[in-house]
């Protein structure tokens, strides 16, 4: 048999089988190997389709990485409700119909992240973790975008893209520089609380399992007579908490860069599926001038003693993503996705993110990205916005009169939704300003947080501190030991002894206090943030 006859037997074969290949068009494939030339030593020719079409769509197998959390894994579950916010029903704070009734489950997918780097960094990174929820809930979907810290580094949303470009490798040497983090943080004090944190092992939480999850800015809770609370929410592993000294991070990254996605991934696999319980925090939704800091900053703790954390549900992680580009690239997450029942409160932050996140998918996925399966509600949809690249369906109600794309309209349009509850009119009323909030305290919770780390942690905290900052100016240096120093005494003279000390022995000599040794070498510009 000749070669060619080979090829057309088996093309016979394929086509009558299922696992046939066969290219995007649905032709059977029947050379995968040898594309079509002029007699087996080429040239190629230009027809030659299958080939053309197979390289060109591999020239296009990847879109925009996520502009921050580009590194990330993600999963299926449910979440189940308790009906109840502590002791009270949950319909005292808010109608949201998820939350309602003991035992209701809502199907949920969750995409955890490292920040700063790239799609395929190390994931023992210094840096803050993502944790975004997607609850498919019978209302449409609600997002919860938050991360694994239950602060944030800034108050306002115009600082974020300087932050992000301070945080990022160096823009002529491709390299993280932690002169340029440093340089930005202390010149935005309210980044101390933060740093406080990202510099201690909660930094680096040994897998996404054992992590909390924030919602980290204030949001609102609406109850059917329109009455809002403020609230915030955080999330629980019942996995128990671990975060990693820099030692255990280098140690694992030396032999695993993705020890936190096989982490998850492995746990489902094998049926141990990782569980966390939603808790919230509610305020009553006004300024509260009693307290020393403002509700809508995202700098600041609220205090557990004042606000307790009521529970009011459990999540569980339960199905591997089938396909890692189709489920947790295409995932598109944002702030601004919220259900009856709940809402936005002035919080800046989270105003100026609900612009950005739809904003950046419409670029990152395409104009369509809420129609892929991932991103779109597990409900009907019914809108009059269509076209766009990658449109593949109209998303009409059953009864629509195909040629009303528009409304309002009296010939078979879509018509307006009724109201379920009462609408929240908070009253807005002030002259328009750019003005930070007054309420700053840029440095006091941090040195709370300094006192409740335990003696492990604190140290940690300064070696790491001073083996990135000792690479710092000086005068970068000095701004950051007086942060530390209103924080708390001790933390700032413990950043100071450490800095003068790295400072007498050299760079690359070992810093005071750090009992890894290698924070002060040229490798730690590496270590992320
Ligand atoms: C991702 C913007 C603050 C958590 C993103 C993305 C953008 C963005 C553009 C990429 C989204 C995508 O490509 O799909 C911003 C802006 C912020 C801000 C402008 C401040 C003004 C925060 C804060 C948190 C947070 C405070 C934590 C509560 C996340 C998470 C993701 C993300 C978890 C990844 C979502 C995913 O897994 O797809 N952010 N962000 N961001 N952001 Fe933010």
Not at 79 to 87: D, L, P, Q, V
Not at 222 to 231: I, K, R, T
Not at 493 to 520: D, F, I, T, V
Request: proline share 5%.
């Amino acid at each position: 048999m000749t070669k060619d006859q080979s090829n057309h037997e088996n093309s016979k074969t394929n086509e009558e089988r299922e696992d046939s290949l066969t290219n995007r068009q649905g032709h059977p494939v029947t050379n995968n190997q040898n594309m079509r030339t002029v007699g087996n030593r080429g040239p190629a020719t230009l027809e030659n389709y299958d080939f053309i079409e197979k390289i060109s769509h591999f020239d296009r197998e990847r879109v925009p990485e996520r502009v921050v959390h580009a590194r990330g894994a993600g999963a299926h579950g449910y979440f189940e409700a308790y009906g109840t916010a502590g002791n009270e029903h949950v319909s005292k704070y808010t109608r949201a119909k998820l939350f309602q009734e003991k035992g209701k489950r809502t199907p949920v997918f969750v995409r955890f992240s490292s920040v700063i780097h790239g799609g395929h960094s190390p994931e023992t990174l210094r840096d803050p973790r993502g944790f975004a929820v997607k609850f498919y809930t019978e209302d449409g979907n609600w997002d919860l975008v938050g991360n694994n810290l239950k602060i944030f580094f800034i108050r306002d949303a115009i600082k974020f893209p300087d932050m992000i470009h301070a945080f990022k490798p160096d823009p002529v040497t491709n390299i993280q520089d932690s002169e340029r983090f440093f340089d930005f943080c202390c010149n935005s004090p309210e980044t101390f609380h933060m740093v406080t944190f990202v510099y201690s092992p909660w930094g680096i939480p040994a897998n996404y399992r054992m992590m909390q999850g924030s919602g980290v800015n204030t949001y609102k809770w609406v109850n059917s007579d329109g009455e809002g609370v403020l609230v915030k929410y955080h999330w629980e592993p019942k996995q128990g908490i671990k975060n990693l000294t820099q030692k255990e991070a280098e140690e694992i990254q030396a032999k695993n860069f993705n020890h936190a996605t096989q982490d998850l991934y492995e746990a489902i696999e094998r049926g141990d599926y990782p569980e966390w319980e939603l808790l919230v925090q509610v305020m009553s939704d006004n300024e509260h001038p009693e307290l020393d800091f403002d509700p809508l900053d995202d700098t600041k703790l609220w205090p557990e003693d004042q606000f307790p954390w009521l529970p009011v549900g459990k999540m569980v992680l339960d199905r591997n993503p089938e396909d890692y580009f189709t489920e947790v690239e295409q995932a598109a997450f944002g702030t601004g996705v919220l259900v009856d029942g709940l809402d936005f409160s002035d919080d800046k932050m989270l105003q100026g993110r609900t612009f950005s996140y739809s904003d950046t998918q419409r670029y990152r996925v395409g104009a369509n990205y809420l129609q892929l399966p991932i991103n779109a509600p597990k409900k009907r949809v019914a809108t009059n916005q269509s076209g766009g690249q990658m449109q593949y369906k109209v998303d009409r109600a059953p009864n629509q009169n195909p040629h009303i794309n528009y409304e309002p309209s009296i010939l078979g349009g879509l018509k307006e939704a009724k109201q379920y509850g009462k609408e929240h009119t908070p009253k807005v009323e002030g002259n328009l300003v750019r003005e930070s909030i007054d309420r700053q305290s840029n440095t006091k919770q941090a040195g709370e947080t300094y006192r409740r780390f335990e003696q492990w942690e604190k140290d940690e905290l300064i070696s790491n501190l001073v083996g990135d900052l000792s690479k710092c100016d000086q005068r970068i240096q000095d701004k950051m030991v007086a942060l530390a120093e209103e924080a708390d005494e001790e933390y700032g003279r413990l950043l100071r002894e450490g800095l003068a000390h790295a400072s007498k022995e050299g760079s690359s000599q070992k810093p005071l206090g750090n009992k890894n040794g290698n924070q002060a070498t040229k490798t730690a510009v590496d270590k992320g943030h």
